[in-house]
Structures are given as C-alpha cells and as structure tokens.
C-alpha cells in the first residue's frame, strides 16, 4: 500500500504563486510514476501534470504549460507542483496520484489540497 498526503494548498491572488507537496509513504518503492490532477465544483477530474519515476520525463497540460512545473525528491518520497501565473481558473482541489503498475493508470490517490485563486 502507498499513501499520498499532499499540503501547500490554499488562497492566493491572480498573478501569484503556490507551490503543492505529496509525501509518499508505505511501499514507496513500488511507485512508478506520479501525477497530478484537480476538480473544480461542477466538473470532471482533469489532469494536470505528470512525472516519471527517474524525473527525466514530464508532461503537462496544454492549460498550464509555461505556468506549472512537476518534479520529484525520490530522497523525500515526495513530488512538487509549482504554479506559477496563478489564474481564476486554476481554482480547484488538487489531487496527488500515483501509479504502481505500468500501463495501469493512477491506482493511489490522496485527499485533495484546495487551491483558491482569487481575481
């Protein structure tokens, strides 16, 4: 079992910056890539930024690409999204996930940290 706890959510105006954590624990090991997603109120889970275990590949979504940055600590267990550029838009619970099977999507997930950009 993984467990995923994300932190560094919170309230910040247009134009600002964040920067969310996940801290892994359990069988860290067994993580192949991670990933993060958000949910704003009314809408489906979308995916913003994933990483490799090794942290040579990383992808993002077109809405964020040039503002978020995705890397990892394997040292810490822990993966980061900085977001820079903050928008209205941005506004959302982000998710921390991570997958222990290739080829298998996203089989642990954490809590969910609330990002508030205000305008």
């Known amino acids: 079992q993984v467990q995923l706890v994300e932190s560094g959510g919170g309230l910040v105006q247009a134009g600002g910056s964040l920067r969310l954590s996940c801290a892994a624990s359990?069988?860290?090991?067994?993580?192949?890539?991670s990933a993060w997603f958000r949910q704003a109120p009314g809408t489906e889970r979308e995916f913003v930024a994933a990483i490799s275990w090794s942290g040579r590949s990383t992808y993002n979504a077109d809405s964020v690409k040039g503002r978020f940055t995705i890397s990892r600590d394997n040292a810490k267990n822990t993966v980061y999204l900085q977001m820079n550029s903050l928008k209205p838009d941005d506004t959302a619970v982000y998710y921390c996930a991570a997958s222990t099977v290739v080829g298998s999507g996203y089989n642990y997930w954490g809590q969910g940290t609330q990002v508030t950009v205000s305008s």
């Open positions: 359990g069988r860290t090991f067994s993580i192949k890539d």
